[in-house]
C-alpha cells in the first residue's frame, strides 16, 4: 500500500506554545488530506479535511483558530496547534487519498503531551 | 449527521473460536474500508468494500457488505491470540468525501 509519513512521533511542549505537525504521502500525491484526533481507549475523530491549494473544511466543534491546518502541496500538509493547553494532549493521526481512489492511507500519528 | 454504529465496541474471547463484528449505518456509503490499529500507530488498511453484496476474504477474515451498502461485517474463523487488536470500519458516505470511523471494536484473543 501506499506511504505516508507524519512527523514527529511524539512531542512535548510547554502550555502556551506552539506546535507543527507534518503528513507527508512519500509514494502517491494526495489531493485530499484528513487530520483525526484519538483519545485513550477511543475510535478516531475527523477533525479537519484539507484538498491540496485550498482551505481546510472543520469538523463542528473545531476551532479553526486553534487547529490551523495548511495543505500547501500535493505531498504535505501540516496541523498546528497554537498556543497549546494540557487538553489538547492527544493522539493526532492525518491520512491521505490520491485522487479517484476511495482507499485512505494513514500516518503513524503524533502524540502530543502539553506540560 | 451521519453516523457509523460499529458493535460490539469490545469483545474477549477464547483461541480458535468465531466472532462477528458489525458496522451499520441508516445512509449509503459510497466505500467502506475496514482498518486494525495496534496501540500508538496509526490504523492499517485490511480491506476496501465498494459494491453492495460484496464479499472479500483476507486469510481468515471475511469481509461483507450490505446490499444496501449501508451496512458491513468482519468475521474472523479460528481466532487467534494474534487477531487481538482494535479493529475500525470507516465509511465515505455517498455524496461525501470525509472517511468516518465507527466506535472501534477492541478485540482480545485469549490463549
Known amino acids: 500500500g501506499a506511504v505516508v509519513s507524519q512527523h514527529p512521533s511524539w512531542v512535548i511542549c510547554k502550555s502556551g506554545t506552539s506546535v507543527k505537525i507534518e503528513c507527508r504521502s512519500l509514494d502517491f500525491q494526495a489531493t485530499t488530506m484528513f487530520w483525526y484526533r484519538q483519545f485513550p481507549k477511543q475510535s478516531l475523530m475527523l477533525m479537519a479535511t484539507?484538498?491540496?491549494?485550498?482551505?481546510?473544511?472543520?469538523e463542528q466543534g473545531v476551532e479553526k483558530d486553534k487547529f490551523l491546518i495548511n495543505h500547501a502541496s500535493l505531498t504535505l500538509s501540516t496541523l498546528t496547534v497554537t498556543s497549546a493547553h494540557p487538553e489538547d494532549s492527544s493522539f493526532y493521526i492525518c491520512s491521505a487519498r490520491s485522487p479517484g481512489n476511495t482507499e485512505a492511507f494513514f500516518g503513524q500519528g503524533t502524540r502530543l503531551t502539553v506540560v | 449527521t451521519q453516523l457509523l454504529e460499529q458493535s460490539p465496541q469490545f469483545l474477549s474471547i477464547q483461541e480458535g473460536e468465531n466472532l462477528t463484528v458489525y458496522c451499520n449505518s441508516s445512509?449509503?456509503?459510497?466505500?467502506l474500508q475496514w482498518y486494525r490499529q495496534e496501540p500508538g500507530e496509526g490504523p492499517v488498511l485490511l480491506v476496501t468494500v465498494v459494491t453492495g453484496g460484496e464479499v472479500k476474504k483476507l486469510k481468515r477474515l471475511t469481509f461483507q457488505f450490505g446490499d444496501a451498502r449501508k451496512d458491513s461485517s468482519l468475521h474472523i474463523t479460528a481466532a487467534q491470540t494474534g487477531d487481538t487488536g482494535l479493529y475500525l470500519c470507516?465509511?465515505?458516505?455517498?455524496?461525501?468525501?470525509?472517511?468516518?470511523f465507527g466506535q472501534g471494536t477492541r478485540l482480545t484473543i485469549n490463549p
Open positions: 470507516a465509511g465515505v458516505f455517498w455524496g461525501s468525501q470525509k472517511l468516518v
Open positions: 484539507s484538498n491540496e491549494g485550498s482551505k481546510a473544511t472543520y
Open positions: 445512509s449509503v456509503f459510497s466505500s
